[in-house]
Structures are given as structure tokens and as C-alpha cells.
């Protein structure tokens, strides 16, 4: 399996600043088949920045959509419009979404369906709070999260589908979870993953880890058995550090 390298750009850069960072980017990134490299970056420059990246094999991806396909819904981006766009994969459930914009396991739900319609890859967020991991409830959550978001997707639909396990005691904090954990939480997805379905689509759909990945632990943690790559926020916003991550733990 490709190994995954997704940056999460947040509500950070403009374009004239991605367009400096995809300069030097491309300047210092390795890039080959075996490796699967995306930019998630705000709504409007979308379009622009995939034709920056026209020449070069890189992802270009959301980190939102809405769920219904168009209506009275101020502020919101549907599926179409960022297939209009040219948007390569749409970030789903992450847990900022989940905590300051209040989404639901049903709106994750119901938000993956409308990408499946429009055969648009996604990466489902998942991951449990410090409070949740502390009165040991890490299994239970993951577990809800995972069936309450898959609820209803067929399994050729997996062709489309990456899980990101988040925990979000590790998001922002510098606070990376130990091999331990991100091994145990992937070896529980894909138990999910295959009693839902079955083992060949639970060991084909890519699992990525995020939560405070820097240029320190990433070699550490590209060695978890199981882990198909990163999903990286404050790290990947640097350019250089984005592609020395990468260059480290590139498949040749
Ligand atoms: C994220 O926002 O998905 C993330 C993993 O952020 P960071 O790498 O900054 O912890």
C-alpha cells in the first residue's frame, strides 16, 4: 500500500503564501509512486493551487464539506462545487469540526455518503479525548465513531475511503501518542473495519496516524506495523520540515 503523507493546512496561508511554500516544496520533496502525497488547504485556493501542482503528483484536498447538494445552508461548500474545484479528497469528522462546529457522527455520516456520490476519496478523522483515554472509555469511542460514520457504505466504496486515527489529546499539543497506542487503536479498526465487512477491505483501506508529528518522531513512528502514513498539521505548514518528514520516511 501507498504510503500516505497528508498536510492539514487549517485555516492558514493565503494563496501568494501557498504558492511560496509549493516553490520550495517542490524544490526539496521526493516523489514517486509508492508514496501518496496531499495538501489540504482553505476552500479558495483550491482551484489555484491545483493547477500549481499540475505537473507534479500531488493531492490537492478540502477539509470540509456540506451534505446535502445545495439549499439554503449560508456559508457552506457543497460537493459539487469542490468537485468544480478539482478537489482530489475531502477531510471528514476532524475533531476541530467536531468540537467548535458542533458536527454530529450523523452529519460525518451523512457528509461521506455525499463524497461516495461523487467518487471523491475521504479521510475519516477519529479519535478519543484525554478524559475519554483516562476513564478508559478509548475503545468504546472509536468503535461508535467508526460504525456511526461507515453506517450504510458499500464495501466498493472503500476504494475511496482512509481513516485518520486523531487522538485529540495529540492534536496541537506536541504531545505525540507512543507506538503503543496508535498500534493498538489501528489493530481495533481493523477488527471493526473487517467484522463490518471482511479482513481483505480491513487490511486494504489505508489507516494514517495524526496528533503533533514533527521531524523528531517521525521516524520513530513510521516504524508502527499497520500505519499507512501521517496526517500532519502544525508540521506540514513549513515547507522544509513538511518534506523532510516525507523524505524520511519515503518508500523507495
Ligand atoms: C491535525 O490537525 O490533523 C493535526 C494532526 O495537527 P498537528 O499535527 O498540529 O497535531
Known amino acids: 500500500m501507498k504510503k500516505h503523507f497528508y498536510a492539514n493546512f487549517k485555516m492558514n496561508k493565503t494563496f501568494k503564501e501557498i504558492e511560496d511554500y509549493c516553490k520550495n516544496f517542490i524544490q526539496t520533496v521526493k516523489i514517486n509512486d509508492k508514496n501518496e502525497i496531499a495538501l489540504f488547504v482553505p476552500y479558495v485556493s483550491l482551484k489555484e493551487t491545483k493547477h500549481l501542482f499540475k505537473n507534479e503528483n500531488i493531492l490537492i484536498g478540502a477539509q470540509n464539506v456540506h451534505f446535502a447538494d445545495n439549499g439554503a445552508y449560508t456559508g457552506e461548500i457543497s460537493a459539487i462545487m469542490l468537485k468544480e474545484c478539482e478537489t482530489d479528497v475531502v477531510l471528514i469528522g476532524h475533531s476541530e469540526r467536531r468540537k467548535f462546529f458542533k458536527e454530529t457522527d450523523e452529519d460525518i455520516n451523512k457528509k461521506i455518503k455525499q463524497m461516495m456520490k461523487y467518487n471523491v476519496k ?48 495529540a492534536i496541537g499539543t506536541g504531545e505525540v501518542a507512543t507506538n503503543k497506542i496508535i498500534e493498538e487503536a489501528i489493530n481495533l479498526i481493523r477488527e471493526i473495519l473487517a467484522s463490518l465487512y471482511n479482513s481483505a477491505l480491513s487490511n486494504n483501506t489505508p489507516i494514517l496516524y495524526g496528533g503533533s508529528v514533527t521531524q523528531e518522531n517521525c521516524k520513530s513512528l513510521n516504524k508502527i506495523k499497520n500505519l499507512n502514513g501521517f496526517l500532519i498539521g502544525g508540521a506540514s505548514l513549513n515547507p522544509k520540515d513538511f518534506s523532510f518528514i516525507i523524505n524520511s520516511c519515503f518508500k523507495e
Open 122 to 169: 475521504v479521510v475519516l478523522c477519529i479519535g478519543e479525548t484525554r478524559d475519554e483515554r483516562q476513564m478508559l472509555k478509548t475503545k468504546q469511542v472509536i468503535t461508535n465513531q467508526l460504525k456511526k460514520a461507515l453506517n450504510g457504505l458499500y464495501e466498493n466504496e472503500f476504494k475511496n475511503i482512509i481513516i485518520a486515527y486523531e487522538p485529540i489529546w
